[in-house]
């Protein structure tokens, strides 16, 4: 049977990033019974940013509300919570002896966010992320790792990292494929195009957060930054309109040319109001059923985290054991 893996880490609120470059196709793809999904809340991964205790535990419930909103709920999905398999955290020192400093360095996330942070942040568990990130996937013999553009190489490494051991031990792991929604992979912040949207930005006025309410919706996207001139085009020269452009074409499901022609003579204010239109649209009821779910006092969270972490532990144990007996590990 074919597995899908991915995870949403519970940093902040989901953004209109994440529902576009990822999320938005899950709920369909779970229901296909022929493929089991497996959709996981990373939240040993958050620890790279130190959050408040309160606020992960938070976080971490409402990522899980959003999986069920966004329709991840049938018996052959399940959602579970990483640090409830504590599976991934013992492969991932295995796998630590099957990765080069080397591997490392080159990945992008980690320089990004180590020349960001000064020696202090510069911590272990942020250069090592990838590797949890390569033990959650391996774990569930994974073939499939839906996920946006800025995760693609950490499945890159997990798949020279499994390749690497399977040389070495035999055939133990499945070698995952990323994959990569052609149209919204990398959603940008509205009012800097050229970083893309991000949940664990302290500023959240460049990014379309899934809880905002109409009114919030309507402001960010009137003060998005456009490029020079009033044409609604894309274009090399025209970062800002590509980005609004690209998340109208995949709301309205209109190619970007016939909103191009749509706008023609139009000006950026009509084209602004309409998206903001859109965009409420999309996220009102994924909205009420999420809000519906956090309020039910947990109980349908809680049900999901059990499904899922059933099915999830027996998969991971039986991966770990398979790894530890072949490595004379007892
Ligand atoms: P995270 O939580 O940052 O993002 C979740 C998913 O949303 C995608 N995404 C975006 N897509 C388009 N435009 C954007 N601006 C944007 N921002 C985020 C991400 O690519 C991702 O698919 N390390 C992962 C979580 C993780 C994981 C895993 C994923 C941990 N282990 C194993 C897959 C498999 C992360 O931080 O994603």
Redesign the pocket.
């Known amino acids: 049977m074919k597995r899908i ?5 519970p940093t902040g609120e989901l ?1 209109l ?2 529902y ?3 999320m938005r196709r899950w709920g369909e793809m779970s229901a296909n019974p022929d493929h089991e999904h497996f959709f996981f809340v ?1 939240n040993l ?1 958050a620890l790279t940013v130190r959050p408040e205790p309160k606020t992960l535990h938070t976080d971490s419930r409402a990522a899980v509300a959003w999986l069920l909103a966004m329709g991840v709920d049938h018996d052959h999905s399940y959602i579970f919570m990483q640090s409830q398999v504590p599976a991934h955290s013992e492969l991932t020192w295995i796998l630590n002896n099957y990765t080069t400093m080397g591997e490392l360095n080159r990945m992008t996330q980690f320089k990004d966010k180590a020349l960001k942070s000064g020696a202090e942040g510069q911590l272990v568990g942020l250069y090592d992320y990838p590797v949890l ?1 390569a033990a ?2 391996l774990l569930y013999d994974a073939d499939e ?1 839906p ?5 693609k190489q ?1 499945v890159e490494l997990t798949r020279d990292i499994a390749t690497r051991f399977n040389n070495l031990h035999g055939d133990v792991f499945r070698v995952p494929q990323p994959t990569v929604q052609s149209e ?4 940008m912040n509205l009012q800097d195009p050229a970083k ?3 949940k664990s930005d302290t500023d959240d006025s460049g990014n379309i957060l899934l809880t905002d309410d109409e009114k919030t919706i309507v402001k960010k996207i009137s003060r998005a930054v456009t490029d020079s001139g009033s044409v609604v085009s894309t274009g090399a020269d025209k970062p800002a309109l590509t980005n609004l452009l690209t998340i109208h074409s995949i709301l309205a499901g209109k190619s970007i040319e016939e909103l191009e022609a749509a706008y023609a003579g139009k000006g950026y204010g009509a084209f602004k109001e309409d998206l903001a239109d859109i965009v409420v649209e999309t996220l009102a009821p994924l909205q009420k059923h999420y809000h519906q779910l956090m309020s039910e006092g947990n109980t349908k969270i809680d049900q999901a985290l059990e499904h899922g972490w059933w099915r999830a532990s027996e998969l991971a144990n039986a991966k770990l054991a398979q790894v530890k007996e072949i490595l004379g590990l007892f």
């Open positions: 893996v991915s995870g949403i880490k953004t990033g994440n576009l470059g990822a990373p991964h990130m959650d996937i790792v996920v946006g553009e800025d995760q950490h919204g992979a990398r959603i893309k949207m991000s």
